[in-house]
């Protein structure tokens, strides 16, 4: 350990040459998370002393605990359903910022390794002001190099168990936009709850477009929903995950006025469709006067634009 200080709020912060042993984030284009509307973010699980964590990240800071002008980084619990009625854990844990140009890492945790209390209650502890904005930017700190930055996690509860597990976010610098039209025909005679498009390539991944004519889930009968999806979820890792852009748009083959909506999403394995049970009335769809349902054929177009992707690594 090369340097061991204390502020005046009880954090004790410490330069050390040794990495993270439980979990390590890295994060590409780190510039481009608030640009994609990303002001928090929760890492992948990792478990330490007989339980599973996350960490939790704002990258200009915790709006909701005034921490302006600074990175926020918590530790948190990311499953409680198993633990029995009135849990605690008592937990001394480590938060780290790698430095790349020395190949050392800044480490902050409370002074004298005071211990935290995780229970129902309080299932994140953490900093508030990790680190000064202005001090992660500077380039001769060596904490944002290229865009990239690293962060990393020890947490020590009774014994710990070294997983060695992490995650790579990567922050696309230059987004390609993909775009597949197709036609639904006879759309009046369908009788399933939902129809698929042919499966189409964006980024690694294949998807499709789900109609769902009749509406799915609380809006049955009255609006027309509409849905990306990923074809082949399973063939994702645990812990992978997708954030994309999504247009999805009914095309008015009258008078070129189109309907569409367009929203963020994480995609997964465990969440692998998203979109808009309330897409468009039923009665607007099916209007005459409307150019949506033409000779009983609708056609429908996604864009899919993907921002960032996570992917698991041990």
């Given amino acids: 350990m090369l340097l061991f200080t204390y502020d005046t709020t009880g954090i004790s912060r410490s330069i050390v040459d040794v990495p993270p042993a439980h979990y390590t984030l890295k994060i590409q284009s780190f510039s481009l998370l608030l640009k994609n509307s990303i002001e928090r973010y929760e890492s992948g699980e990792f478990e330490a002393g007989g339980y599973k964590w996350k960490l939790i990240l704002y990258p200009s800071g915790n709006k909701n605990k005034n921490a302006k002008e600074h990175i926020s980084l918590y530790l948190a619990l990311a499953e409680t359903n198993s633990l029995h009625h009135g849990w605690e854990i008592h937990v001394n844990f480590r938060l780290f910022l790698h430095d790349q140009n020395n190949d050392k890492y800044l480490v902050l945790q409370d002074a004298e390794r005071k211990q935290r209390r995780f229970h129902k209650m309080k299932v994140e502890w953490g ?3 990790f680190i000064p904005l202005k001090d992660f930017n500077l380039v001769s700190k060596g904490y944002l190099v290229d865009d990239t930055c690293a962060f990393g996690a020890e947490v020590f509860v009774s014994r710990e168990r070294n997983t060695g ?4 976010l990567v922050m696309m610098k230059d987004a390609i936009t993909y775009k597949h039209t197709c036609e639904f025909d006879n759309v009046s005679k369908l009788d399933s709850e939902s129809y ?16 769902y004519p009749n ?4 809006e049955l009968g009255g609006y027309l929903s509409l849905y990306l999806a990923l074809a082949n979820p399973s063939t ?10 999504i247009i999805l748009r009914i095309h008015d083959q009258k008078q070129a006025k189109h309907h569409f909506g367009k929203a963020n999403y994480w995609f997964s394995a465990s969440s692998h469709e998203n979109g808009a049970s309330r897409f468009l009335p039923i009665n607007n769809f099916t209007n005459q006067h409307s150019g949506y349902l033409v000779k009983d054929s609708c056609l429908v177009e996604a864009e899919v634009t993907i921002l960032g992707v996570v992917e698991a690594f041990s």
């Avoid at 499966?199 to 998807?207: D, E, S």
Wanted: aromatic content about 10%; charged content about 25%.
């Fill in 215 to 218: 509406g799915k889930g609380t």
């Fill in 165 to 168: 597990k992490g995650e790579s």
């Fill in 236 to 245: 994702l890792s645990p812990g992978s995950k997708i954030y994309a852009q």
């Fill in 196 to 211: 698929d498009s042919k499966p189409f390539n964006a980024g690694n991944q294949k998807w499709k477009i789900k109609l």
């Fill in 127 to 129: 900093f508030d002001q």
